[in-house]
């Protein structure tokens, strides 16, 4: 009796983990720029779709090119390497032409101006990924097979939910040393209180600024690589993530790293037992977890400008 409810109920959470790990590469990268620039890109999310796209090509071309003349190993070893380095830099690349000629013009505007200009963003990355990639949507679980999986209870699980989950939980450590730790960070955490003092100081601040935004589009990115091989993908999610993007900020709190962690793990475990359990109010309930924490702490769970 006991196993058999832990098989029902271990592959539920390790999803959670999952797409906790998602939505806090997505979430922490949104809290970064809209912390420091003041800036409410709804197009955010469309990286992480792109990020998924791109990774499709690269694990497909990878695969096509070396998949026969070597071991599984090494295949895995250069799709990884592809996923976790290359992918990041191409989103990257894209998402600072995109903020040197869309995003640049709309700073300052009101928000209102920023959300209809970034939604417009969304629709024509959409069009463009459709264009390049189709309108079906794309999987390349290589990957999460070469990586295999693991029994418990009578059920296999993929590795791959474990090792995603795995990689995230280091790039956390890794921002909470950077906040802490380097001047980069401690100089991103004072901009993000009054940028005009930084400036004033003799910091070019507009050299950070594109640092920190450059981080913050490539761990999107990196979350479309890391969801990719567990999951299909279409350019339709993009404004589903662009809703779970923003229930991070809201209710971890704006510019908290803290907050993105807890946020992260309460929505990915309130959506993935709720689409179990209940899948018609599966979005719903996250819509009423954000009205929740708005009502109690209105400022977030952890709503401060710090690490």
């Known amino acids: 009796m006991v196993a058999q409810v832990l098989s029902q109920q271990v592959p539920i959470v390790l999803n959670a983990l999952f797409l906790a ?32 796209y791109v990774s499709a090509t690269v694990i497909t071309e990878v695969v096509s090119a070396v998949g026969g003349t070597v071991g599984g190993g090494v295949l895995l070893v250069v799709l990884l390497v592809g996923l976790l380095v290359v992918v990041p830099a191409i989103v990257s690349v894209v998402g600072l032409t995109m903020e040197r000629t869309l995003f640049k013009p709309i700073y300052g505007l009101e928000d209102d101006y920023q959300l209809l200009a970034t939604f417009g963003v969304i629709l024509m990355m959409e069009d463009g990924m459709k ?3 189709g309108g079906q949507p794309v999987s390349a679980t290589r990957p999460s097979t070469l990586l295999g999986g693991v029994e418990l209870f009578g059920s296999t699980f993929p590795l791959w939910t474990l090792f995603a989950t795995g990689v995230t939980a280091v790039i ?18 004072a901009m993000a209180e009054n940028d005009e003092i930084v400036g004033v100081a003799g910091i070019d601040t507009r050299s950070v600024h594109l640092k920190v935004y450059v981080i913050g589009v490539g761990l ?17 999610l993009s404004l589903q993530f662009v809703i779970l993007a923003f229930a991070v900020l809201v209710i971890g709190g704006l510019g908290s790293l803290k907050g993105a962690i807890a946020a992260a793990l309460l929505i990915g475990f309130v959506r993935s037992f709720g689409t179990y359990y209940v899948p018609q109010l599966a979005l719903a309930i996250v819509f009423l977890l954000m009205a929740a924490v708005m009502l109690i702490k209105p400022t977030g769970l952890f709503g401060d400008i710090k690490a």
């Open 21 to 52: 790990s998602v939505l806090f590469l997505l979430g922490t990268g949104l809290s970064i720029i809209y912390g420091m620039l003041n800036f409410l890109n709804l197009a955010h999310a469309a990286f992480l779709i792109l990020g998924a």
């Open 131 to 133: 264009f390049i990639w």
């Open 172 to 189: 956390a450590a890794t921002l909470y040393y950077f906040f802490e730790e380097t001047r980069l960070g401690k100089i991103t955490l």
């Open 220 to 236: 999107a990115g990196l979350g479309g690589a890391l969801y990719l091989p567990n999951a299909s993908m279409t350019t339709g």
